[in-house]
């Protein structure tokens, strides 16, 4: 896959580079690719790259010692991703990258985005706001985890997925996502069993219809109107 600095502009902390820097940074970058069930790198591994997403989706998920894990975000197409190795000398990776389906991604190193950005000020306040609006969503899936009830929790997870990456329905007000009963288990904190228990109670009420890694949504209404409470 060729990639354009006009491509780079979509990454929110390129969007104030000059196309002599992006041309730069492409120099400097590989491509990557992953097949579905992939992983880019693991939680733990040395931080030696960062990642701008050009194809698929990928999950960032941490464990914890018993091997319980916890879906953090969800990377779309030019997002990117792994970038505390940018920020911080000898960081490691926070988290594991695994595609959800088959990935491409610019790999550019670490150490020389960070030398990059020491004379590039708007790229580094760029870079400044992207870990923000981290640091904000994380803030919000905490006052989740610690105020909402399960359902509140788990409505409000598909809510925001058919915001990022839901396709609508021509005929009908419906929103199909492409994710399965243990990718919202891991994103809302809570098991695959009260998950599944859930989402068969919703699709008796005609609120949502289930496959095999697929979620549609009938009545986004409904959902909305669990997540803020107003319906047990």
């Known amino acids: 896959m060729d990639i354009s600095p006009k491509d780079l ?3 929110v902390v390129f969007q104030n580079a000059t196309e002599a820097d992006l041309d730069l940074i ?8 992953i097949e579905e069930g992939g992983y880019f790198f693991f939680q733990g591994d040395t931080a030696e790259y960062l990642y701008v997403l050009t194809n698929g989706q990928v999950k960032l998920m941490q464990s914890n010692s018993n091997g319980q894990q916890v879906n953090l975000r969800t990377i779309y197409s030019w997002q990117m991703f792994g970038a505390l190795g940018a920020v911080r000398a000898e960081a490691t990776y926070p988290a ?3 595609a959800l389906d088959n990935c491409t991604a610019l790999a550019i190193k670490s150490g020389f985005l960070h030398s990059f950005v020491e004379t590039r000020p708007y790229i580094s306040f760029d870079l400044m706001n992207l870990m923000t609006s981290y640091i904000q969503e994380m803030q919000a899936r905490y006052r989740e985890l610690a ?16 915001g990022q990456t839901g ?11 492409s994710f399965s009963r243990q990718d919202v288990a891991e994103m809302t904190g809570t098991t695959l069993y009260t998950v599944s228990r859930l989402l068969s ?3 008796r009420k005609g609120i949502i219809e289930t496959g095999r890694e697929r979620i549609r949504l009938l009545k986004p209404h409904d959902l909305v109107r669990i997540a803020e409470g107003l319906e047990k």
Do not use: F, G, H, Y
Not at 26 to 33: A, E, T, V
Not at 154 to 159: C, F, G, K
Not at 167 to 177: D, F, N, T, V
């Open 96 to 98: 594991s990258a695994q």
């Open 201 to 203: 109670d919703w699709e």
């Open 167 to 177: 396709i609508r329905s021509e005929k009908e007000p419906a929103i199909e996502l």
């Open 147 to 162: 105020t909402e009830r399960v359902e509140q929790r788990v409505a409000n997870a598909l809510i925001r997925l058919a």
């Open 26 to 33: 492409l120099q400097n970058s590989i491509m990557r690719s």
């Open 9 to 11: 502009k979509q990454v």
